[in-house]
Protein backbone atom coordinates (compact mmCIF):
# COMPACT_ATOMS: atom_id res chain seq x y z
CA UNK A 1 0.00 0.00 0.00
CA UNK A 2 1.16 3.47 -1.04
CA UNK A 3 -0.75 5.61 1.64
CA UNK A 4 -3.38 4.67 4.16
CA UNK A 5 -5.78 7.07 6.44
CA UNK A 6 -5.56 6.09 10.10
CA UNK A 7 -8.39 6.19 12.46
CA UNK A 8 -8.28 9.72 12.79
CA UNK A 9 -10.57 9.98 9.73
CA UNK A 10 -13.86 12.12 10.04
CA UNK A 11 -15.95 10.76 6.99
CA UNK A 12 -15.72 13.96 5.25
CA UNK A 13 -15.44 12.48 1.67
CA UNK A 14 -12.74 14.90 0.80
CA UNK A 15 -10.14 12.39 -0.37
CA UNK A 16 -12.45 10.43 -2.89
CA UNK A 17 -13.03 13.30 -4.70
CA UNK A 18 -9.80 14.23 -5.22
CA UNK A 19 -8.23 10.48 -5.83
CA UNK A 20 -7.58 10.51 -9.95
CA UNK A 21 -7.49 6.69 -9.39
CA UNK A 22 -10.50 6.05 -7.29
CA UNK A 23 -8.42 3.76 -4.60
CA UNK A 24 -10.63 5.39 -1.91
CA UNK A 25 -13.61 4.41 -0.54
CA UNK A 26 -16.26 4.89 2.22
CA UNK A 27 -16.46 3.62 5.45
CA UNK A 28 -19.54 1.65 4.17
CA UNK A 29 -17.35 -0.28 1.68
CA UNK A 30 -14.30 -0.51 3.91
CA UNK A 31 -13.73 -4.56 3.56
CA UNK A 32 -11.86 -3.92 7.06
CA UNK A 33 -15.14 -3.08 8.44
CA UNK A 34 -13.54 0.09 10.29
CA UNK A 35 -15.85 3.02 10.27
CA UNK A 36 -13.32 4.80 7.84
CA UNK A 37 -11.94 5.33 4.84
CA UNK A 38 -9.93 2.91 3.19
CA UNK A 39 -7.45 2.53 0.88
CA UNK A 40 -7.12 0.06 -1.98
CA UNK A 41 -3.17 -0.62 -2.03
CA UNK A 42 -3.53 -2.36 -5.43
CA UNK A 43 -5.34 0.77 -6.81
CA UNK A 44 -3.11 3.60 -5.27
CA UNK A 45 -0.55 5.56 -7.32
CA UNK A 46 0.71 8.05 -4.94
CA UNK A 47 -0.64 10.66 -7.57
CA UNK A 48 2.88 9.93 -9.26
CA UNK A 49 1.95 11.22 -12.51
CA UNK A 50 -0.92 13.02 -11.39
CA UNK A 51 -0.17 15.35 -9.17
CA UNK A 52 3.19 16.59 -6.84
CA UNK A 53 1.85 15.11 -3.89
CA UNK A 54 -0.96 12.96 -2.63
CA UNK A 55 -3.98 14.28 -3.55
CA UNK A 56 -6.17 12.86 -0.90
CA UNK A 57 -3.63 14.19 2.06
CA UNK A 58 -3.77 18.28 0.52
CA UNK A 59 -7.42 17.67 0.61
CA UNK A 60 -7.71 16.31 4.36
CA UNK A 61 -8.90 18.42 6.93
CA UNK A 62 -7.75 16.36 9.75
CA UNK A 63 -4.17 16.67 10.61
CA UNK A 64 -1.92 13.54 10.25
CA UNK A 65 -5.10 11.51 9.01
CA UNK A 66 -3.26 10.27 5.72
CA UNK A 67 0.26 8.40 6.64
CA UNK A 68 2.69 6.56 4.30
CA UNK A 69 2.44 3.02 4.30
CA UNK A 70 4.83 0.07 3.13
CA UNK A 71 5.62 0.29 -0.41
CA UNK A 72 5.72 -3.02 -1.72
CA UNK A 73 7.44 -4.57 -4.80
CA UNK A 74 5.37 -4.07 -8.05
CA UNK A 75 3.51 -0.45 -6.90
CA UNK A 76 4.05 2.64 -7.84
CA UNK A 77 5.72 4.93 -5.00
CA UNK A 78 6.90 8.29 -5.11
CA UNK A 79 10.71 8.77 -4.65
CA UNK A 80 9.69 11.82 -2.03
CA UNK A 81 7.88 9.33 0.44
CA UNK A 82 8.35 9.14 4.02
CA UNK A 83 8.79 6.10 6.79
CA UNK A 84 5.82 4.14 7.15
CA UNK A 85 3.29 5.46 9.97
CA UNK A 86 4.31 9.73 9.34
CA UNK A 87 1.99 12.00 7.81
CA UNK A 88 2.11 12.33 4.02
CA UNK A 89 1.96 16.14 4.10
CA UNK A 90 5.49 16.05 6.17
CA UNK A 91 7.39 15.13 3.04
CA UNK A 92 5.41 17.45 0.36
Not at 46 to 65: K, S
Not at 83 to 92: F, L, N, R, Y
Given at each position: ????????????????????????????????????????????????????????????????????????????????R???????????
Open positions: MAVKITDTCINCGACIDECPVEAIVDEEENPTGEEIYYVYPDKCVECVGHYDCPACAEACPTEGCIVWDECKEGQTCADYGEPGTPVMDAC
